[in-house]
Structures are given as C-alpha cells and as structure tokens.
C-alpha cells in the first residue's frame, strides 16, 4: 500500500517567518509525482508546488520550496517570508499507481495558521 | 483558466434519497475524479474516470456509484443517502497522469 503521512495537524507561524511543513510517503515505485497542495478557507484546492522524483534538483515556486529526499521518502515544504494569505490547509500528495488512475494519494493534512 | 464547476455548495437531504452531484470542468480533460474530504482524514478517492463511459472504483466507492455519458460531466450518485455520507465532496479534472488536478469548490453535503 502507499500511504502519505503528514505528522503536524497543526501549526503556527508568525507573519514574515519561515515555516516547514513535513510529509512522508511509502511507495516501491523509482518514479513518480509528488504534490503540495493549499486549502484556503474558500475551499478552493490550488496547486502549490510539484516535484518529480526522477529530478535531482528541488522545485521552487517564489516563497514555496520543497525538500526533497527520496532515499528517506520525505518532502517537505518550506514556506519563506509567510503572509497572512498563507492560512490554510495543507496537503502533501502522491500520485499512485496505474491500477489506481495514477490518482493523487494525499495525507490527511496540516492547518497552517499565519499570526500578524 | 481551468474552471472545474460542481453544482452546489451545499446540499441538505433525507436519509434514504437518491443524491446526484455533479462535476463539469470546461477543458477537455480525460481525467476526472471525486474525493471525499473528512476532518483528519484528508482526501479519500470514490471515484475516478479515464475517459467517457469509463470508471474505476477508487479506495472509498461503498454507498456510491459514477456516470460519465459526456467527456465534461462526471456525476457522483449517493444511491441511497445515509447519514455516515454526510461529509464534503471534491471533483478533480486533468488531463493527463503527469499534470496539475484542477478542483472544484466542493460541495457540503448533509445528510439528516
């Protein structure tokens, strides 16, 4: 089974700080996605940030950053300079296998909350 | 832009009713999906469709079944609404394995 775990329901950040979200998964497979997504209040899921695991380098998107280490299966994203528009909800995500669409797995998330 | 559109926000009804929600997405795309989103328990897959007329059970597909007749609309079906389906519901759409999902803005549905 694949499983992605996201230990930190919950957390806080002050405004202008930097914050890093963890993310683990399990998998046997050597190549495959990765994803963060956000869940603002709105409800509106956005893509975050994207990571392909046959690629050396970690993404980065503006203030979005992700470590990146597949031996140890993690990858966790680093938020830099935090804005109160960073509140949310937080989803790591793998994508899975052919017998399962290659549909994103996703962990049960992190709440983020930026304080002024 | 990509716009994913489910037809409710949300959505009350009776135990025992026939529930259809209904996901179009206006791109193209071949992929389609429904997640179910729980407190603590993230984004659990019902369902999810390849292509027209195609569907595949996901990890949750108990109490629900799918429809797809046109590439745009996939329909989620709540054959007979019971009161553990009370939860959000969340359309997906891409189109293909390797690129970015596109969500909708899901539906609160009730169950009493």
């Known amino acids: 089974a694949q499983t992605v775990t996201q230990s930190q329901p919950e957390m806080s950040v002050q405004e202008a700080e930097t914050v890093t979200l963890s993310c683990t998964y399990d998998?046997?497979?050597?190549?495959?996605?990765l994803f963060w997504y956000k869940q603002p209040p709105s409800r509106q899921m956005i893509l975050v940030i994207r990571?392909?695991?046959?690629?050396?380098q970690n993404a980065t998107e503006n203030r979005f950053s992700v470590n990146f280490q597949k031996a140890a299966k993690s990858f966790s994203l680093k938020i830099s300079d935090s804005q109160l528009g960073d509140t949310a909800m937080y989803f790591c995500?793998?994508?899975?296998?052919?017998?399962?669409?290659?549909?994103?797995?996703f962990g049960k998330g992190t709440s983020l909350l930026v304080t002024p | 832009d990509v716009k994913v559109t489910q037809s409710s926000r949300y959505l009350v009804k009776r135990t025992g009713e026939k529930v259809f929600l209904e996901c179009v997405q206006d791109?193209?795309?071949?992929?389609m999906f429904w997640y179910r989103q729980d407190p603590g328990l993230g984004l659990r897959l019902i369902y999810f469709?390849?292509?027209?007329?195609?569907?595949e059970k996901g990890d949750i597909p108990e109490g629900y079944s799918v429809s797809r007749e046109k590439k745009e609309r996939f329909s989620l079906i709540l054959e007979s609404a019971s009161t553990n389906q009370t939860s959000m519901y969340l359309c997906?759409?891409?189109?293909?394995?390797?690129?970015?999902?596109?969500f909708g803005q899901g539906t609160r549905l009730t169950v009493v």
């Open positions: 997906a759409s891409r189109i293909a394995i390797n690129t970015e999902a596109f």
């Open positions: 990571q392909e695991a046959y690629k050396q």
């Open positions: 995500a793998f994508m899975k296998r052919p017998n399962s669409g290659y549909a994103l797995n």
């Open positions: 791109m193209d795309h071949e992929n």
């Open positions: 998998t046997s497979e050597s190549n495959y996605y």
């Open positions: 469709s390849y292509d027209v007329k195609m569907k």
